[in-house]
């Protein structure tokens, strides 16, 4: 069984931008990018499958059972880390593990396990307000994958980043993902962030969005950019398809080689 299953999704906004129908089968344990043209609806599907918002028609299934609303089960990290302000670093990453009424030992355990691996020891006791873009996005990220969900969803959580901060997040959320074989899919705007981190790369078209490509990546863990280079030449072309088919111009195509701040909530 395959863990999220979308069948002929659709939902749609004012003025037809949405997405569907889309069918799309992500397998138990696999790392998915999604990309596609502003506006296409890539973010509008990590909303779906984390049951944020309903369908209009289809429906999304997670290990089988239709997706109706939110679950523990199913972690998003999003663009600015929604991290609770008033709690500190450890108190956001033990949220979860209070929420689902955790032994003391355990809560306490996993917290110092996660503070170890996204290497926040020294700064567990700030606030978010206190942090660096990417300290927020450490906890967000560890504050997901200490509950050990089956399905981690990342909403472009690297996009405020500076690229030297990106790429090591990137080697931070592979090396993560190799550790817990979340089933994840990654949304961004990065097309060599997409191929360096995912199995397969799905490039949606222009809005309302559906499954225009899909790219397999063989390339052996872990990756260098350099052996991903001809994927993302791959991706990228079927990327400018949809940019031109929707009547964008070249710099709109050149925007999503690299950051861009996603409207929300579209994508």
């Known amino acids: ?24 089968s992500i397998r138990a344990g ?3 990018s999604i990309v596609g043209p502003s506006g296409c609806g890539k973010s509008l599907l990590i909303d ?38 008033w709690l500190t670093v450890e108190q956001n990453i033990a949220y979860g593990l209070h929420a689902r009424a955790e032994h003391p030992a355990k ?6 396990a996660f503070l170890r691996i996204v290497r926040l020891e020294k700064v567990a006791h700030l606030y978010p307000r206190e942090l660096s873009n990417s300290m927020r996005q450490r906890t967000a990220i560890a504050r997901a994958l200490v509950l050990r969900p089956p399905v981690l969803l990342l909403d472009d959580p690297f996009a405020a980043l500076d690229e030297v901060t990106r790429r090591i997040m990137q080697r931070e959320i592979a090396d993560l993902w190799e550790m817990t074989k979340s089933t994840t899919v990654l949304v961004t705007h ?15 078209s222009s809005g309302p969005g559906r499954v ?9 863990r872990p990756r260098s950019p350099d052996a991903v280079e001809g994927i993302v030449t791959v991706v990228g072309r079927a990327l400018r398809a949809q ?23 579209l994508g």
């Open 1 to 24: 069984m395959d863990a999220i299953e979308i069948a002929g999704a659709v939902r749609t906004f004012a003025g037809g931008a949405g997405i569907g129908p889309l069918d799309l």
């Open 30 to 32: 696999e790392f998915v």
């Open 48 to 85: 779906l499958i984390g049951g944020l918002l309903d369908c209009d028609a289809g429906a999304v299934r997670v290990a089988g059972t239709v997706v109706s609303g939110p679950s523990i089960d199913r972690q998003i990290v999003f663009q600015d880390g929604e991290l609770f302000p």
């Open 107 to 112: 809560i306490a355990s996993g917290v110092e």
């Open 190 to 204: 990065n097309v060599p962030e997409a191929c360096l981190l995912g199995d397969r790369v799905v490039v949606l």
């Open 212 to 220: 225009a490509e899909i790219v397999e990546v063989h390339a052996v």
């Open 243 to 265: 940019v031109y088919e929707r009547g964008d111009d070249h710099e709109s195509f050149a925007g999503t080689m690299v950051h861009r701040t996603r409207p929300h909530p």
